[in-house]
């Protein structure tokens, strides 16, 4: 089961490299373009690039430091670099999109002349570019699930939306020597940025304050608890993420008077079974009998399923 999860990993590495490769080299390219020819939206489309390759990366390094294994110190490994990657990768965005747009509004007060011809041409191989990348990680890479994945792929997508938003300017300069055109590009282009740069941020957030999971609904999984045999109530529940794809959930749980310890163990596998289908992978269940009050239970029986055999749907 833990071979399915390592093959995705090993999978998603293969294809953030080969990506960051691409938009690192073409990144350059769009700078050096838009410092010769003098366009701004150029410029943003490569500050757009450098927040896909600092994603990727950050990605990459956090696959690398949350495979490490756990240990005394961090008992849950280093999964959260993750999260944390994933917070330093959004505040980039939105200080580059701050910058581009302080720069645009400046040009419209006095638009320079852009060579747009050379604009035009490095703005449509850099969409090519991004459609490229943007297959392969759709055909190579985990983008559903997996948070920073996902973040790298929808960051290049969104740098498409820069690329078309250079080749229109450069278009409406070449016909109609609209100047105007090249800074409200990069300020659309930079709304994009600051916006996926702001979601990333957000969810991010919301792990690290230990939020309730978004793919796990709480009615369903107190429900499903309750409705198992024997059991009277439940109290003390509470769900958190660790890092993408791995939530976990610690619970007291009230048992009917006189139980056997066989009864309970089969209580708590029936419940871990149920929750594994509700996105729940790691669990910790404390049984409490129902003769007895919380602070002096007998029965307690403290049961965690271990995170390798979770991965296996």
């Known amino acids: 089961m833990g071979q399915e999860h390592n093959h995705s990993h090993n999978a998603n590495r293969k294809v953030l490299k080969f990506s960051l490769i691409i938009i690192s080299t073409y990144m350059l390219v769009e700078v050096i373009g838009g410092l010769i020819t003098n366009s701004l939206s150029l410029l943003a489309d490569a500050g757009?690039?450098?927040?896909?390759?600092?994603?990727?990366?950050?990605?990459?390094?956090?696959?690398?430091?949350?495979?490490?294994?756990?240990?005394?110190?961090?008992?849950?490994?280093?999964?959260?670099?993750?999260?944390?990657?994933?917070?330093?990768?959004?505040?980039?965005?939105?200080?580059?999109?701050?910058?581009?747009?302080?720069?645009?509004?400046?040009?419209?007060?006095?638009?320079?002349?852009?060579?747009?011809?050379?604009?035009?041409?490095?703005?449509?191989?850099?969409?090519?570019?991004?459609?490229?990348?943007?297959?392969?990680?759709?055909?190579?890479?985990d983008i559903k699930e997996n948070l920073n994945m996902r973040g790298a792929y929808l960051h290049v997508i969104s740098d498409m939306l820069g690329s078309f938003g250079a080749i229109i300017a450069a278009l409406l300069?070449?016909?109609?020597?609209?100047?105007?055109?090249?800074?409200?590009a990069s300020i659309i282009v930079s709304i994009l940025v600051l916006r996926s740069g702001y979601f990333i941020t957000k969810s991010s957030i919301h792990i690290l304050m230990e939020g309730t999971p978004t793919n796990v609904d709480m009615d369903n999984v107190i429900q499903t608890i309750q409705e198992t045999n024997?059991?009277?109530?439940?109290?003390?529940?509470?769900?958190?993420?660790i890092t993408n794809g791995l939530n976990a959930l610690s619970c007291h749980v009230v048992i009917d008077g006189n139980i056997t310890?066989?009864?309970?163990?089969?209580?708590?596998?029936?419940?871990?079974?149920?929750?594994?289908?509700?996105?729940?992978?790691?669990?910790t269940i404390q049984l409490e009998s129902s003769n007895h009050n919380h602070n002096n239970s007998i029965l307690c029986s403290i049961k965690a399923t271990s995170l390798t055999h979770s991965h296996h749907h």
């Not at 002349?113 to 969409?127: E, K, T």
């Not at 024997?230 to 993420?241: A, E, G, N, Q």
């Open 48 to 141: 757009h690039m450098l927040s896909d390759a600092i994603s990727i990366l950050i990605a990459l390094i956090a696959f690398k430091i949350s495979s490490k294994v756990a240990n005394y110190r961090k008992t849950y490994g280093y999964k959260r670099f993750e999260i944390l990657a994933a917070i330093i990768n959004g505040t980039t965005l939105i200080l580059i999109s701050f910058y581009i747009i302080y720069e645009a509004v400046d040009r419209f007060r006095n638009p320079p002349d852009v060579i747009s011809s050379g604009m035009l041409i490095i703005a449509f191989i850099g969409l090519l570019i991004n459609i490229f990348v943007a297959w392969i990680m759709m055909k190579g890479g």
């Open 173 to 184: 300069i070449m016909a109609f020597d609209w100047k105007w055109a090249d800074p409200l």
């Open 230 to 241: 024997s059991i009277v109530s439940i109290h003390d529940l509470h769900i958190w993420t």
């Open 261 to 283: 310890l066989q009864e309970s163990e089969k209580i708590l596998r029936d419940i871990e079974h149920k929750l594994e289908h509700l996105n729940i992978q790691h669990m």
